[in-house]
């Protein structure tokens, strides 16, 4: 038996990634976020003696893989998304499937906060990574998601590969990148009481004044986008003919999951060549 550990919670893009792979690679995933409330405090509290060493995420991540540890046991070959902390309890062949490079991703949190808490919280999390990201890797093979940690991986001499077919479930064709937008809406779209998202809306913006936006929570942006918020997506088929997705440079603010879902859908999208070649090359090779 063959599985993978998938801190992410199901119906998430991030799980919809962990899914996509066991599914190519026949392994069986197990989600290590219980749906139980108590389960989860009380894992939260087990895993605060390990805070100071592991960060907050590391250390309740550790405890997830502990508590399925009989299970792992039993595994030929094991996979972890994401986070590295519980690979040194992985028996046999360990791999990993980045998302993310977790230390940039928690960095970037940290910038966009607005809590106190939650930007010392992730500022913990980014300096501790900082010390074991790179070598709580080992000798596993990590498949990436983006050519960007790829690269930023072999550079650190790591046995890395970044894989499409992991990233996308369907076919992608070239007419859905356009150089020009063909007279259609641009949008984009995202949960607004991420800090993060509103960040890329308030620059997309400055870029686009006539740029639509969707998504919840849409009560939370400023009163100077909320003027562009056309409401919450029930349903990509509803308007994704009518409108083209765009982005700018920095892939910040879940970039790449709502290119790839606006992708899936059948959607046209308008992004810097330079910011596709760092997702994920040509994608007409894959």
Known sequence: MKVILSPHPEKTAGYKFDENYAEKNDFQIISLKSPNKL??????????????????????????V????????????????????????????????????????????????????????????FLVLKLFEFKGLGNSLVICLSMTESRLLNRKKRNAIFSKSTLFTRTVKDEQFLSEFDGDDICFFGAF????????????????????????????????????????????SKFINSNVLVMIEAPKAGVQTKVVDWLENGGKVFIPNNLRRKMWGKLNER
């Not at 792992?72 to 490079?101: A, D, M």
């Open 193 to 236: 009481n991420n800090v993060r998202n509103i960040e890329m809306a308030e620059n997309l913006q400055k870029v686009y004044p006539n740029i639509r936006f969707f998504g919840r929570h849409g009560e939370l942006l400023p009163s100077h986008l909320k003027v562009n918020y056309k409401g919450e997506i029930d349903d990509f």
């Open 66 to 125: 502990l508590s399925k540890l009989n299970v792992v046991k039993q595994s030929s070959e094991v996979c972890i998304s994401r986070s590295l902390f519980p690979s040194v309890l992985l028996p046999g062949k360990t791999s990993v499937l980045y998302h993310n490079i977790e230390l940039l991703y928690y960095f970037e949190e940290a910038k966009a906060s607005k809590s106190f808490l939650k930007k010392a919280i992730f500022y913990h999390q």
């Open 39 to 64: 389960i989860n405090l009380i894992q939260l509290f087990i895993s605060l003696p390990f805070v100071p060493i592991m960060g907050v995420y590391g250390a309740i991540t550790f405890i997830r």
